[in-house]
């Protein structure tokens, strides 16, 4: 089978020892944001490098400083704070909950963080959260689906026209809320139209949905029916054969896990990427971890990226 | 200067169970160290403001002797292990002398002598090698181990810390413990879980998985905990507290978090808590309902609830579970978080007041609460950590003199 593969790594990368440092100092007075700067900019330029010698196909910032998935966009938005920690699915680390104050309205196209971006070779990749996750982390006592066609329409469709506009090419939403904790029948339709709004803002980009930390399988059909170029899968906790076959859609196969220390083998998650394409026969393959890979220390995660690349030079050649 | 005497109860004499007293005050765990404890131990040379930061607590929270450390600290940068030793055991005395003198009933060291709460226990226990730094939030990170080997203790590694505290405690000890699904839950597993090939059948691997897991966590409670327990009890120790802030990270682990306890605890001769925090604590039933070992679950929920006075459960959003905790059917007390230990809003005794009276509405029996703050208190200052606790204690004075208590 002939079939187009491409690899890249979504969300955000960790920080290196030297990050930690600079940023543990800063908040205790030992260094300065000068130190802090020079740290983050070395951790960029590291992470750039690594993605162009694993021969990924898209290009991220790692998004570095960010402090959860949420914030810039959150600090970017009136009506809104980060306040409460809350534990991020089942890990030990945490996200401060978006609590609605007003009225959502962006200050400025796009947060600093994601602004600065001439360094990142193309084509680019950018993630940013899903409106269904972004409305059911934020602090409870509104009408979630109605704050997630908000935050869909005021935030995300905003910033992702921008981002497109700067030459991004793909736009990845992260959604681990649905396969964690699941969706009820009667949200689909408003979260279905709240995808809307950021594919009409991703207009010639190809845009991404990214399950993970459960089980796709219950939702699979469903899925498949969202106005995207391709769903997410995480395939650490989700059985290809509950996905049927014949999609009708791309796919972003995640394969390494990003929770786990040991590094997979190329040859064992080659062969069961390939099982996946010839199971489902996707639109598109892409390969990817199977959630971010903040979970690990920074040296872990460059492994794990260079086994994404190899993973994919293998797949590439026996699909060619 | 006051004597430096215990006035710790004597175990042999029947005492009514710490955790059965009404709103019992007591922190939860760590404090920050203060910087001439890190420069010092770290054999670095300290500032006049360190020196001055030293002499100023001491006077203010009535360390004994207080000039003596300040004598050691002029000699840094130290070499000697001994003198760093000393510095930490001095750093220990100051962190139960900070409890102690905000007026808590029960206390501790502020782990003062440790590393880290899961560093600690893991630099103390064969079977394990370090990976790196991985975030928590924001700018905290913690060093992460991955599990390699067979597991054994390498020697208690709180018992020479009980044995100091116990000599100086003026107030009642509670001992703070990592707990077994914790350190296994913080840790990446090389040793037990091998299946990681995806080609492998998804429900085969998942219940490997599982049963992996399982493993792992009651090797660390049977094999490193349950000796420490063992060791702190030899020595003296009644109230001792599990930490558990990993405890509701998986809800399809719960089965294992609450075995865990058990295997730890089981057939020994103590008063055995534990420590949640920054969790959906409506994951917790009624997996923990096997715990009935457990006499207090000690619970952060200032975090999520509301800076209004008042005492209905509108005013009061954060606590809208404890009413679960209560129904558990073996009654164990409820360790109250009243303090949101991640700001330094320093909530007036009035605010802890109205938290306390409307928890012990819910209870219906101010035996079963005691009053905490949410989780440790080492992100904030001690400034803060100070002044909050001392709040703490006077709103706990309020919501007695409303109950009559």
């Known amino acids: 089978m002939s079939l187009p593969v491409r690899a890249y790594q979504h969300g955000i990368f960790p920080r290196s020892e030297d990050v930690v440092a600079a940023t543990r100092g800063l908040e205790r007075g030992r260094t300065g944001r000068a130190d802090v700067d020079v740290a983050f900019h070395a951790d960029r330029e590291s992470f750039i490098g690594v993605q162009r010698e694993a021969g990924l196909d898209y290009f991220s910032d790692g998004l570095l400083r960010w402090q959860d998935i949420f914030r810039p966009l959150v600090q970017l938005s009136g009506g809104m704070e980060a306040r409460t920690l809350v534990r991020w699915f089942n890990n030990n680390s945490f996200f401060r909950a978006p609590e609605l104050n007003g009225d959502l309205a962006l200050r400025a196209p796009l947060p600093t963080e994601m602004a600065e971006d001439g360094d990142i070779p193309e084509p680019k990749a950018a993630t940013l959260p899903s409106p269904y996750l972004f409305s059911r982390a934020a602090h409870e006592g509104h009408d979630r689906n109605a704050l997630m066609t908000e935050i869909a329409r005021e935030i995300l469709r905003p910033v992702t026209e921008d981002l497109v506009g700067r030459g991004y090419e793909l736009i990845h939403l992260e959604e681990p809320w649905l396969t964690y904790f699941g969706m ?23 845009l991404v949905l990214h399950t993970y930390f459960g089980d796709a399988g219950p939702f699979v059909d469903r899925l ?97 | 200067m006051r004597p430096e005497k215990s006035s710790t109860p004597d175990p042999s004499v029947d005492q009514p169970e710490l955790t059965s007293t009404p709103l019992l005050t007591h922190e939860v765990g760590s404090l920050d160290k203060p910087g001439w404890r890190v420069k010092a131990y770290a054999g670095k040379p300290l500032t006049d403001q360190d020196l001055d930061e030293a002499q100023s607590w001491g006077r203010r929270i009535g360390v004994e002797d207080y000039t003596d450390l300040l004598t050691l600290l002029r000699r840094a940068p130290l070499q000697a292990k001994e003198q760093k030793e000393e510095v930490k055991r001095w750093s220990s005395r100051y962190g139960l002398r ?146 558990e802030p990993g405890g509701s990270t998986d809800p399809e682990e719960l089965d294992l978090f609450a075995e865990s306890f058990n295997e730890s605890v089981q057939g020994l001769d103590g008063l055995f808590s534990t420590h949640l ?18 006499r207090q679950f000690c619970v952060g929920f200032a975090n999520y609830d509301s800076r209004d006075l008042g005492v209905s459960s509108e005013a009061r959003p954060g606590y809208a579970v404890i009413s679960k905790f209560r129904d558990l059917p073996y009654r164990p007390s409820l360790g109250l978080g009243v303090l949101d230990i991640h700001t330094d809003f320093i909530e007036p005794p009035e605010l802890v007041r109205d938290r306390i009276l409307y928890a012990v509405d819910v209870f219906g029996d101010p035996t079963r609460i005691q009053v905490t703050p949410d989780c440790g208190l080492r992100t904030r200052s001690w400034d803060v950590a100070y002044r909050k606790l001392q709040n703490m204690v006077e709103g706990t004075l309020l919501a007695k003199k409303d109950l009559g208590l």
């Open chain 2, 277 to 294: 925090c920054f969790s959906d604590y409506n994951l917790f039933f009624p997996g923990i309902e096997a715990m009935t070992a457990c």
């Open chain 2, 98 to 243: 900070l409890q102690e003198s905000a007026g808590l009933d029960a206390a501790y060291d502020g782990e003062q002598q440790r590393s880290e709460m899961y560093a600690w226990a893991v630099a103390h226990t064969e079977g394990f090698a370090w990976r790196g730094s991985v975030r928590a939030f924001d700018n905290k990170y913690y060093s992460k181990a991955a599990v390699v080997g067979p597991i054994s203790l390498k020697e208690p590694y709180h018992s020479d810390e009980f044995a100091f505290l116990k000599g100086i405690a003026r107030a009642e000890l509670k001992v703070p413990i990592t707990g077994a699904y914790t350190i296994a839950d913080w840790s990446f597993d090389e040793h037990y879980f091998q299946d990681h090939d995806l080609n492998v059948a998804h429900a085969v691997r998942k219940a490997r998985r599982h049963g992996a897991r399982r493993q792992f966590i009651l090797d660390v409670a049977r094999n490193v905990i349950r000796p420490n327990l063992q060791a702190l009890i030899g020595l003296g120790a009644r109230w001792i507290q599990l930490d």
């Open chain 1, 184 to 206: 009820d029948a009667g949200d689909w339709d408003d979260f279905e139209k709240a995808v809307q709004e950021v594919r009409e803002a991703a207009h010639g980009a190809t």
């Open chain 1, 224 to 320: 498949r029916r969202l106005p995207v170029d391709a769903i997410g899968i995480d395939f650490v906790e989700t059985d290809l054969d509950e996905l049927g076959q014949g999609w009708d859609v791309g796919l972003v196969a995640g394969v390494l896990d990003g929770r786990a220390s040991p590094v997979e083998s190329v040859e064992g998650t080659a062969a069961f990427a390939r099982a996946v394409a010839e199971t489902l026969q996707p639109r598109a393959l892409f390969l990817t971890s199977n959630c971010e890979l903040e979970f690990l220390p920074r040296d872990l995660a460059i492994q794990k990226v260079r086994r994404l690349g190899e993973v994919s030079a293998r797949l590439k050649k026996e699909l060619a």
